[in-house]
């Protein structure tokens, strides 16, 4: 009996200090198991019964206070996603995107889940009042954002960053500060993206750019598309 405790208080020690600075690539809990029961459905997507809620709004709630015309909105869709969080739970939260790319963003949370890519959260930007720079110090994974339709895809919601914390924008010239503020790229923290990253290579085969091919800054947490 004290060595079957023993084993519980180490096991109990290591979920604790399990999170997303110090979930390496690799480790036991960087996957989900297998034998977890899938307890129903929400969508199209399984959902069991220790699912973390991230975000459960209503369409008209998710676009709240955006600014964005109704052509822009028209082109929206809400919906579920599930991912493996920091803490090694599966977490459900939502992405608002465009229409175009919904189903290629679905594919792309489902292939990051059955790698154990970790995504420490996903919640369309309402919830920090439409700012971009919140929703990535917060390490947000998201997609629409109304903004000027000119330089950027995030407007039109054609676009979807993800784990911003982990993977910042950082330019190629001058010693100008990272963004998000204080962020850096660590390849050993799982949650990361690097060229050949098997998460990169599924965006790249669904028709997606990634921002690491920029050409005045490595935008890595940032992925766009461009459908016809």
């Known amino acids: 009996h004290t060595g079957m405790k023993t084993v519980f208080v180490i096991l109990a020690g290591l979920i604790l200090l399990s999170s997303c600075t110090g979930n390496k690539r690799g480790t036991p809990d960087a996957r ?8 129903g459905t929400r969508g199209a997507e399984p959902v069991k019964n220790d699912t973390v809620t991230d975000a459960d709004y209503s369409f008209d709630e ?6 964005a015309p109704q052509n822009i909105i028209d082109q929206l869709e809400l919906f579920d996603v599930l991912y493996l969080s920091c803490d090694g739970k599966i977490h459900r939260g939502q992405i608002l995107s465009g229409k175009k790319i919904a189903e290629d963003i679905r594919t792309i949370f489902r292939f990051m889940l059955a790698e154990g890519f970790v995504v420490e959260k996903a919640i369309p930007a309402v ?3 439409w700012s971009d720079s919140l929703s990535m110090a917060d390490n947000n994974s998201y997609s629409f954002c109304y903004r000027d339709i000119t330089y ?3 407007a039109t919601g054609m676009a979807i960053d993800i784990n911003p914390r982990f993977n910042p924008l950082r330019w190629k010239t001058g010693n100008r500060p990272s963004q998000p503020e204080g962020a850096s790229s660590d390849s050993t923290v ?3 993206l690097y060229p050949g ?4 290579n599924e965006f790249v085969r669904l028709g997606f750019r990634w ?3 920029f050409s005045k800054f490595y935008d890595d947490h940032h992925f766009e598309k461009v459908v016809r």
């Open 32 to 39: 989900p198991a297998k034998s977890d029961s899938v307890a």
């Open 62 to 67: 998710a676009i709240a206070g955006t600014g």
């Open 152 to 154: 950027s895809k995030h």
């Open 197 to 200: 990253h098997p998460v990169v």
């Open 190 to 192: 799982n949650g990361t």
């Open 127 to 129: 919830r920090y009042g």
């Open 211 to 213: 921002g690491h091919s």
